[in-house]
């Protein structure tokens, strides 16, 4: 669909529309609202799909059935990458994504997502909570007439699936990978050929020879996809997104007509959800995991140092790129980078660390 006819057929008075469409006299004479969450995800998608549908059912259910959350899933009222537009102009009141699905509307939306050699999970919390992430998050959306919260994470993904050894940098010359967003764009910069491409076309892309490899999630959604019937070498870690935060974005003026008692319902049920996805990822990513490598014999590699260099140092350059865009893309950069630097230490001590040495210790 065209995004500029989109648009233009949309209803007008956006703010008006969004706060009449939400405001009826019968939901309001009912002491009731209906809303309505779009989504990016194919319906009950393991994680994504039914972690949104745990922050409709949250909102909803301590509610009291006040606020009534009804999920569209992709494609059931508005195509999965017309929700932001969906949502800004009021045809919809929420939606949950990621949000570089909306580089295209501005690149700093990716921050709130992950860039290659960005944030893992708890570090893109920690910014956005303590790191005045979320002040920057809203004043970039503010532009677009929406309000966001964290409402998810995946965690760190894993560096994807391919047809062939990954030994050198010069194996990715030519190479046909499915990789969006600011990952894709790095890794055409050291020769690939990146493209993108929706999840259900991912699969078949491989069977055919169309492309030669591809990025996903990780263990437990890769695992649901079978990329191991046509795969051999499943490699990692993913540099392309060390932890990548969901969203749950509303429509600023149906957001600012909620009630304070409302609005901090609503934020404790993305926080809510922000923490049970993450767990849920943990957890199903180490029993699938098990599964790939044992019951259908995948060889798990890992890129060398050598090929993690050269991929760190263009991820700087093209965020970096992004960072130039204007002074809000600055502004968000500047912040990130910064925290970056304060946090990534204490990422090193806490978690590494321990984890390295446990693994020595417990030889697990």
Request: proline letters at 4%; a negative charge; one cysteine or more.
């Amino acid at each position: 669909m065209n995004r500029r006819k989109f648009l233009t057929g949309a209803a007008t008075g956006v703010a008006a529309g969004a706060a009449a469409a939400t405001l009826s006299a019968p939901a309001i004479a009912q002491g009731k609202r209906d809303l309505k969450m779009v989504t990016t995800w194919p319906k009950n998608f393991p994680g994504l799909g039914t972690g949104a549908q745990r922050v409709a059912d949250r909102i909803t259910a301590a509610s009291g059935g006040k606020l009534n959350v009804k999920l569209y899933a992709a494609g059931e009222l508005v195509p999965p990458f017309e929700s932001f537009d969906a949502v800004s102009n009021g045809t919809a009141d929420m939606y949950h994504a990621a949000e570089y699905y909306w580089q295209g509307k501005h690149k700093a939306f990716n921050f709130f997502t992950a860039v290659p050699f960005g944030f893992t999970a708890n570090e893109l919390d920690a910014w956005v909570h303590y790191g005045g992430g979320q002040e920057l998050w809203d004043k970039l959306s503010a532009q677009y007439n929406l309000k966001s919260f964290m409402a998810g994470n995946t965690g760190v993904q894993m560096g994807g699936w391919f047809n062939k050894e990954i030994n050198t940098l010069e194996d990715f010359k030519g190479l046909k990978i499915r990789m969006p967003g600011l990952g894709g764009e790095v890794l055409r910069r050291i020769g690939a050929a990146a493209v993108t491409l929706p999840g259900g076309e991912i699969f078949p892309s491989l069977e055919s020879g169309a492309i030669d490899a591809t990025e996903w999630v990780g263990p437990w959604n890769d695992l649901a996809f079978g990329f191991y019937k046509v795969t051999k070498y499943y490699y990692q870690p993913g540099f392309h997104e060390p932890g990548s935060g969901l969203a749950c974005g509303m429509n600023k003026d149906v957001w600012e007509s909620f009630a304070p008692d409302e609005q901090a319902l609503i934020q404790s049920a993305c926080a809510a959800e922000n923490n049970v996805m993450l767990s849920e990822y943990n957890a199903k990513n180490g029993d699938s995991l098990d599964v790939l490598l044992n019951k259908h014999n995948v060889e798990l590699r890992t890129f060398t140092q050598d090929i993690m260099d050269a991929l760190g140092a263009k991820s700087e350059e093209v965020v970096k790129e992004v960072g130039q865009t204007d002074d809000i893309s600055k502004e968000i950069y500047d912040s990130y980078i910064e925290f970056r630097r304060k946090v990534s230490r204490w990422t090193q001590l806490s978690e590494s660390d321990y984890t390295a040495a446990r693994g020595a210790a417990l030889k697990i």
